[in-house]
């Protein structure tokens, strides 16, 4: 099935970083909830004999409905480097071009990422 190919999904998806923002998903307002962040602190202080002080504090924070960015195109782990510092050998990897298996799609026709004759393999992955 091939709907939709090379089409984007709207003002919900921000193609540069591929993300998607799950708040934001549902189209209709009414299922729509406002994000809530209450933050708190509890302390106690007490003096001692021998003129002793003692403090004790408890500081934190809950949130609600936050938004949450769903990476929609990782690349699979398998294909990620496992070295500390930058690993040139597999960027080059990743970032080379290759044909594009999806160009010429009847689905694909238009200005897109699929229409492109090379596209690079982190694309496809």
Known sequence: MATFIGQTLGGAVNLVQNTVNRRILPLNIESRKNPM????EVSLQRELPGRWVIDAAYIGSVGIDLTALDNINPIPR?????????DSATVARLE????NPF??????????????????RQQLL
């Open 37 to 40: 962040m209450s933050r708190f």
């Open 78 to 86: 398998q294909y990620l480097s496992t070295d500390i510092g930058r």
């Open 96 to 99: 080379g071009n290759v044909t």
């Open 103 to 120: 160009r010429g799609l009847p689905a694909a026709t238009g200005s897109g990422l699929f229409t492109q004759q090379l596209v690079q």
